[in-house]
């Protein structure tokens, strides 16, 4: 799955990089712990040349009132899913990110958690779904990011990641339709991905500043052959 994101290059980097304008009520904000109910930016194929702020939990469209949401849909299965059915067919996006968190498991102790980037720190997107849930009183955007089987650098530390898409198949990600995109949803096929454990003060969501990103000392976790400086 992906639980945590972050989003913190300089605006300017991030509308030249996706050739998109920032129009988020409220500007942008860099966040290097953003977390379920927390904002997205994403890029809808609605609007390619924008970067809007969505809900992140794709809030069911049955739903009486708003909720948290669904913050991960299965790349394998979301065509067959009731809730993101009518999103796969027509409602692609990219959510931009400066790096995701993802947790793993030891045996008997704390979970350790790590930081995944692209090497080089370059803004990146994952593929995600997008949609509007309506109320009597309120509509809300929202979106879910697809996660689909981990590749060599994430098999280590989690059984699933989310669908990172390569900077040539972004554009087509958002024009194309289902079938071609469902040929996106695989392990990250790139070497440019990085990871390195990182402290225990992202599990906080109120820690949300760049101590979070910071590498924990490579003598004292054990990172070995999962990690990169």
């Known amino acids: 799955m992906c639980g945590r994101n972050s989003l913190f290059h300089p605006q300017a980097d991030l509308e030249a990089r996706f050739d998109a ?40 469209f ?24 009518e999103a796969w067919e027509s409602r692609p996006c990219l959510v931009i990110s400066s790096g995701f968190y993802e947790w793993r498991a030891s045996t008997g102790g704390a979970k350790q958690p790590y930081r995944i980037y692209r090497d080089g720190e370059s803004a990146f997107a994952m593929a995600g779904l997008w949609d ?26 989690h059984d699933r ?45 109120g820690n949300d500043d760049p101590q979070v990103i910071e590498p924990l000392d490579h003598e004292q976790s054990g990172l070995g052959e999962f990690g990169s400086g």
């Open 161 to 205: 990641m989310p669908v990172v898409l390569p900077q040539d198949a972004e554009s087509e990600w958002l024009t194309a339709g289902p079938d071609a995109r469902q040929e996106h949803c695989r392990p990250y096929p790139e070497d440019d991905l990085a990871a390195y454990e990182i402290s225990t003060r992202v599990n906080n969501p």
């Open 132 to 157: 509007v849930w309506e109320g009597d009183d309120e509509t809300i955007s929202c979106v879910t990011i697809l996660t689909t089987e981990p590749n060599d650098l994430m098999d280590p530390i």
């Open 21 to 60: 304008e920032v129009v988020a009520d409220g500007g942008y904000t860099p966040r290097y712990n953003i977390a379920p109910g927390d904002d997205l930016h994403i890029i809808t194929n609605k609007a390619p040349d924008e970067i809007d702020a969505s809900h992140w939990g794709l809030i069911p």
């Open 62 to 85: 049955w739903a009486d009132e708003p909720e948290e949401g669904l913050i991960n849909a299965r790349s394998e299965t979301a065509a067959e899913k009731r809730v993101f059915q």
